[in-house]
């Protein structure tokens, strides 16, 4: 690992020492073979941490991506957490950092494909960045040599399906501004303005609204289905 990552690498090792004190902390070196290595993330790390006072199950935290990532002294690590120690979550550990340097920066709410089964037989498929709930701000926040990273959960999740299109959105014309029009106008679906209305069509100008419902399937704004982006986690 060279001089500059060294630092910052330790800070990560000792903060994760310092909030899990009483558990094992086992430092395992993951090689990414030479490209990925010299060109995203050299002398990666990921720390695996026992169970203990703070929980009954494993975490599995990386030491590398901070160094490899950071803008203004802002950058991120990422924990993981599993109920036994196995080399599998080492690799997805690895993965996340492979995936988050190489060009797929993430953030909060993205997700990772991985191709296959996160542990065999489940249909989780990705990796989910959230917030670490389990483990709560003080695992979060990492003060480092120059700044400092958060560490954000890595749940896995399975896609969300795609919500159909409707075939016909109607908005008044006192909202010609939404935001999303032009990502429906992209779109197969027909958009009718209508007018002397605001945010309630159906009730503002019924006549029309129930004309130009019958030519098809629609949607006011206020029934437009939530945008999503990535995916959630499996439950």
Known sequence: MSDARLPAAEAVESHVRAFFDGHCVEVVDFDLGP????????????????PGPRSDSWAYVTAGCWAAMEKDGHGLEFVMTAHVRDQRFVELMAMIAYYHCGGHQLDLEHSMPIGEPWVPGSACDHLLISLPYLHGPDLEHCPLPGGYARIPWTLPARPVPRTPAPRMFMYGEHNSSLSYLPALAEGDGELVEMSHCAHFPTGSNAPESGRQGRAGQWLSPLRMPRRRTGTGPDR
């Not at 490209?35 to 941490?49: A, I, K, N, S, Y």
């Open 35 to 50: 490209e990925r290595r010299e060109v995203v993330v050299d002398g990666l790390c990921v720390l695996v941490v026992g």
